[in-house]
């Protein structure tokens, strides 16, 4: 028996609101991979006319770029085909990649915020460049984890045994 969890209007918000948060991020690092040294990738990784501040602040850059690219873009591409389709293994995947997501800018917080802050203000740092990545990683998992594990402990016949 393969047990279908059914997407509702929650699973788009949450499918549309993390393409929207992740994608110019995905954008941004696919610059910093192809042309890690490029203007076009300080401006969108750093900020414009700004420059690295030093040589562990650009290979940071560089490795999460990766990172981001091998690991959280296909766990939230699969995850989100996953989820769609109504899968286990799909809302589990989408789950991961927000736990990802969550993960990183907990330390972001910490790392970056004395330098992104007082150039982008409170309304900017606590959407876009740190909070919406937060918003998302938190309700991803929310969202994805009890549906998933709801389904896996109690297939079909209430006892969560597989038929």
């Not at 414009?48 to 990172?67: E, N």
Request: glycine content about 12%.
């Amino acid at each position: 028996m393969v047990f279908v969890i059914q997407p509702t209007i929650v699973t788009w918000i949450l499918i549309v609101f993390g393409f929207v948060t992740c994608g110019p991020l995905f954008y941004a690092q696919g610059i910093m991979i192809l042309r890690p040294q490029s203007r076009a990738a300080k401006d969108l990784v750093v900020g414009k006319d700004m420059d690295w501040r030093d040589r562990t602040h650009f290979t940071s850059s560089v490795g999460g770029a990766f990172a981001d690219w091998i690991v959280v873009a296909p766990l939230l591409v699969t995850g989100t085909i996953g989820v769609l389709l109504g899968t286990v293994w799909g809302y589990l995947l989408y789950a991961a990649s927000g736990a990802i997501m969550l993960y990183i800018n907990v330390i972001l917080w910490f790392q970056e915020k004395e330098y992104v802050y007082p150039v982008t203000g409170p309304l900017a740092y606590y959407t876009y460049y740190w909070g919406d990545f937060m918003y998302w990683g938190t309700a991803a998992v929310m969202y994805a984890l009890p549906g998933s594990m709801g389904s896996i402990f109690n297939r079909g016949d209430g006892t969560g045994n597989v038929n």
